[in-house]
């Protein structure tokens, strides 16, 4: 089974049953225009459809767990547990946003960062200042598990045969057919 491998503000762990308690038995495919942490794709697992997040590094984090699960995990076991490491870290996540086409190796890179700065930097959050760049201080954890490498190769699983997408929730209009399930 599948976890969030991030944390994500506004997270739906604890409300798991009460929301898919109100999903039908059966439907083709799945669809989550929102999907932050994805606790409830992870939860489901669905075969096939899409997920959706305006944030482009996020959707790029979601497609290199799909499709580089190991590079991830390898690239991640590259980072140290520092306060200079963390802020330096946190310097090239934010220079790497500049990068017009980064090359498979930056994508992977970049998903690293954010997995590190999110299982290392102060509760998990994702927040960015009015230049786009990431802000958020280190927190204060004693052995964090950034790598987080049976949740990265579990989820890669779980993501197989979706299509991530960076988009405005309006395009599940065009994504989703009849038959299909849409959580908003």
């Not at 899409?50 to 996020?58: F, I």
């Not at 930056?106 to 102060?122: D, H, I, K, P, W």
């Not at 204060?140 to 960076?166: E, H, I, K, M, N």
Request: hydrophobic share 40%.
């Amino acid at each position: 089974m599948a976890e969030p491998i991030l944390k994500w503000a506004g997270g739906k762990r604890q409300l798991l049953a009460e929301i898919t308690a109100r999903f039908p038995v059966a439907y083709d495919a799945y669809h989550e225009p929102f999907v932050g942490g994805g606790a409830v794709f992870f939860d489901l697992e669905p075969d096939g459809g899409t997920v959706n997040d305006v944030n482009p590094r996020l959707a790029r984090f979601y497609r290199v767990v799909r499709d580089h699960p190991g590079a991830l995990v390898e690239a991640g076991r590259e980072h140290e547990h520092a306060e200079e490491y963390y802020y330096d870290a946190r310097d090239e996540f934010n220079r790497l946003r500049l990068v017009d086409d980064p090359s498979r190796d930056q994508r992977v890179r970049e998903a690293s960062l954010l997995l590190y700065l999110n299982r290392t930097g102060f509760n998990g959050l994702y927040r960015e200042n009015a230049d786009g760049e990431f802000n958020v201080p280190r927190g204060r954890y004693a052995d964090p598990d950034w790598v987080q490498a049976d949740r990265v190769r579990a989820a890669s699983a779980a993501l197989d045969g979706t299509r991530v997408v960076c988009d405005d929730f309006a395009y599940v209009d065009d994504a989703a057919t009849a038959g299909d399930l849409v959580y908003f």
